[in-house]
């Protein structure tokens, strides 16, 4: 019953972060484009998250008449969900679960996210969506190789499928300093995993239209949007675990967490959007030879060893 609320508080507390991570990320763009980012709702618009959400929930829901009307109700309820359950693999030492398969459990989730956006693209019966859902998936795939051989040579190297041996073997020197391209390339793959820029093919608004949500509006979309950010979110700290070595009970822990969600939005506001067939080509004849040849370096690393 004690994991069960702490884990709700858990949730309560990521939720509020998406909210503000958004608020930042316009501040962020704002910088970065010479203006004014939100800052009328609230003190320096501190409040304009939770604005944002009480006008997107209390909007009207649109249902597209031929669309598969509980497939497409249930799918982003699907996506935030498998968003919110992976944050049960982070090794808090407050009573929440700590299992010693946390990695596996991740890559489960990884894969299953990809039904959720398929499944709302094809349910929109929308030729917009359903090319959107086809490109994202596609992508999402080809990346997902990519992440699971890096994480398989770090795994290599702790020899536990629990993400507590990544803090214990970082607390003298952090895997970023053997490991720099891989972590460059976890953090690529990363923003392509989360359809963020340059890699925003899902939601290419100039040939798209939104993508795979082009017909969700009101609370379907805040979901997917929500969904979206909490994967931001897990994803950094994902990235401080297993390259910046943290202690999550830390102070410095949550400073480097923002600094990559930091990256996030930098990112968005500096990268053009690249081209499909580029991004393909990155993520087959790129990415995944660096990852093989990684993962054989640190096979024989730890055989030696």
């Known amino acids: 019953m004690i994991e069960l609320i702490n884990y709700v508080v858990l949730i309560i507390c990521v939720l509020i972060g998406v909210a503000f991570t958004t608020l930042f990320e316009r501040k962020v763009l ?4 010479i203006r004014k980012g939100p800052n009328k709702v609230g003190f320096k618009g501190i409040l304009q998250p939770f604005s944002d959400a009480v006008k ?3 909007k009207e829901q649109t249902m597209p008449t031929m669309s598969n009307f509980m497939v497409y109700y249930l ?12 944050w049960s693999v982070l090794p808090y030492e407050v009573g929440l679960i700590n299992f010693n398969f946390s990695v596996l459990f991740f890559l489960c989730c990884m894969g299953l996210g990809v039904y959720s956006t398929l499944i709302a693209g094809w349910s929109s019966n929308c030729k ?3 090319l959107g859902s086809l490109r994202a998936v596609a992508q999402t795939i080809s990346y997902e190789v990519s992440l699971a051989l890096i994480l398989l040579s770090f795994l290599v190297l702790v020899s536990s499928f629990n993400l507590t041996s990544f803090i214990t073997y970082q607390s003298k020197f952090w895997f970023l ?7 460059m390339i976890w953090l690529a793959s990363c923003l392509a995993e989360t359809n963020r820029t340059p890699f925003d093919f899902a939601e290419g608004e100039s040939e798209l239209v939104s993508g795979f949500n082009t017909e969700y509006s009101s609370g379907g979309f805040a979901l997917i949007f929500m969904s979206e950010y909490a994967s931001i979110i897990f994803m950094s700290v994902l990235f401080s675990i297993m390259f910046l070595g943290s202690n999550l009970m830390s102070f410095m822990f949550y400073i480097k967490v923002s600094f990559i969600v930091f990256v996030f939005m930098w990112v968005r506001g500096t990268l053009p959007r690249l081209r499909y067939d580029k991004l393909m080509f990155m993520a087959w004849k790129s990415f995944l030879p660096v990852s093989i040849n990684y993962l054989i370096f640190f096979v024989g690393l730890s055989c030696y060893v």
């Open 30 to 33: 704002g910088g970065i484009q």
């Open 56 to 58: 997107l929930f209390l």
């Open 75 to 86: 799918s982003p309820v699907m996506s935030l969900f498998l968003s919110l359950i992976l």
């Open 128 to 130: 917009y969506s359903t």
């Open 177 to 183: 300093t053997i490991s720099l391209p891989l972590s």
